[in-house]
């Protein structure tokens, strides 16, 4: 079964917008990673943060974590065409059956229009 | 330089014939996984190794068979593929933390198979 889920499952934004994708997950976890898919091609790793983190940036990404509420979310700051792409977020379980294991979300598609 | 390898990248075969799906990593990770891309579906975990001989099921895995001999091969085996098979799928690999804490993924380029 799918740990995370990605929201919305696509988003349409102008260039230099702000995008903002969100991910709800179902069990503990020791940390949450974001993926870029650029289409058909393989996955990149994009940022992780860690279950004791709340906060964390990389150049114009910034990734939050709410434990609490199960949810993290990915925002994309001034967009570019260039950011066109599928955003996945994956979780790995913190204990029981399958920990460490990676369960990726269904992802969310994003089109940024020059 | 870094890499997940998997061959072939693409592939056109028939119902019932064997086909192997190879992956290799050269960053001695622990752990590698296999997804299947479908549209709509997003990625779905076949089957994931923690470490060598150390093998388990993910969410579809009726139909493949993986085995982990080598710490850098991860191969996916189609005993007799059919067509809802036809699909694109990805090898993965990645450090483990004290055996459970996974690290960044890396990822091939990943095998779309069409089976007729």
Redo the contacts between chains.
Sequence with gaps: ??QGEEDPQALSIQEGENATMNCSYKTSI??L?W?RQNS??????LI?IRSNEREKHSGRLRVTLDTSKKSSSLLITASRAADTASY?C?T?RNYGG??????????TKLSVKP | EAQVTQNPRYLITVTGKKLTVTCSQNMNHEYMSWYRQDPGLGLRQIYYSMNVEVTDKGDVPEGYKVSRKEKRNFPLILESPSPNQTSLYFCASSFQIAGVKTGELFFGEGSRLTVL
């Design positions: 079964s799918q020791n940390n990673q993926y058909g091609r393989g996955l990149v790793h992780l996945f994956a790995a399958s920990q460490g294991n990676l369960i990726f979300g269904k992802g």
